[in-house]
């Protein structure tokens, strides 16, 4: 088994914020008023990329640890006086700068044309990328690029989405995104140097199962959907619901589902899972008692049957609510 600590990683984060570099941003996205830069991203995943390494034992430089758009020759430079190991550069990929007409999608790695190491390395690191967020591979790429032109070890370039792509902009800043990302290569960096990867400590999160077990719904997964104690990002369970599976759904509150646990799924703009808000069969043995509907806090009904129940259900979710509760009377 190799020695992870006799490697040198250098991690450069593509472009600049302060000042920002011309051009290198999304379209503006109206769902959440701005435009998101490319370093934006490209700084967060290069910051969690080196904490997975050192968390695995490797050394790192970074070729670009400011705000500045450093200049490509300093950070060439950077990695080769510090004779990094491997070189591993981070960027989003832009089409047509809008998000109208084409739009492509996925990831990519990019080296020099020799191929060599590096290709080796984009290959296996193009293997852990397409096992997180569902995207489009689009491959190796070879071609001249200064960064990997120059540097004198083997070296990638990763575009990791679209930044013209209305999904994938919005990937930019999901921190479980970004997260994943940092993950997936650091995984690759481990298998080419043949070093165990170690996982994260366990999430000290905590699922807080809830009083309220009324289903709502039923939600079947159309990937496999990765589970969260609270309904925001960054709270993730080692829980994951695979692709097929049909899970019931006792809560819904600003796209967050809740499971029977307690846990929480994100319907990610419909790609995670469809909802059926229907059901044949009894959710609940319980006959007789009385419970109510809430939409938003406020009470829109109190019914003895369930198929009652659910059809205000269905009825509340046509207005997109931010909260749908049934409670015991
Ligand atoms: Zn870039």
């Known amino acids: 088994m190799t020695e992870a600590s006799n490697y040198l990683i250098a991690i450069d984060d593509g472009h600049g914020l302060a000042p920002l570099t011309p051009g290198k941003r999304t379209p503006f996205i109206q769902s959440i008023g701005r435009f998101i830069p490319e370093n934006e991203f490209n700084k967060a ?117 679209f930044m013209d792509h209305s999904r994938e902009a919005l990937l930019m800043i999901d921190k479980s995104f970004q997260q994943e990302c940092a993950r997936e290569l650091a995984m690759a960096v481990c298998e080419y140097y043949g070093v165990t990867y170690k996982t994260e400590k366990e999430t ?47 809560e819904i509150e600003n796209g967050w589902y809740r499971l029977y646990g307690g846990e929480y799924i994100p319907s990610s703009y419909g790609k995670n899972f469809t909802f059926i808000a229907t059901k044949k069969e009894q959710a609940i043995k319980n006959e007789g008692s009385i419970r109510r509907v809430l939409v938003n806090g406020k009470q829109v009904g109190a019914f003895k049957e369930e198929d009652s129940i659910l059809r205000a259900i269905s009825d509340a979710l046509k207005d997109s609510p931010q909260k749908i509760e049934v409670e015991e009377k």
């Open 45 to 161: 995943v290069a910051a969690y990329l080196i904490k997975e390494l050192k968390r695995n034992g490797f050394n790192t430089v970074e070729t670009a640890p400011t705000d500045f758009d450093t200049p490509l020759s300093t950070r060439v430079n950077t990695a080769n006086k510090a004779r990094a190991d491997l070189f591993i550069s981070i960027h989003y990929n832009a089409f047509d700068g809008t998000f109208e007409g084409r739009n492509p999608e996925g990831f990519s790695a990019h080296i020099d044309p020799s191929g060599g190491k590096s290709e080796k390395f984009a290959k296996i690191a193009l293997g852990h990328l397409t096992k997180g967020t569902v995207q489009k591979n689009r491959g190796v790429v070879k071609q001249q690029l200064y960064v990997t032109a120059y540097t004198k070890m083997p070296a990638v370039l990763f575009e990791l989405g």
């Open 204 to 250: 000290p999160y905590v699922i807080q199962p809830s009083g309220k077990q009324t289903k709502v719904g039923e939600a079947i997964m159309l990937r496999d959907v990765q589970t969260y104690a609270r309904p925001e990002f960054g709270t993730q369970v080692p829980i994951v619901i695979k692709k097929g599976a049909k899970r019931n759904i006792y």
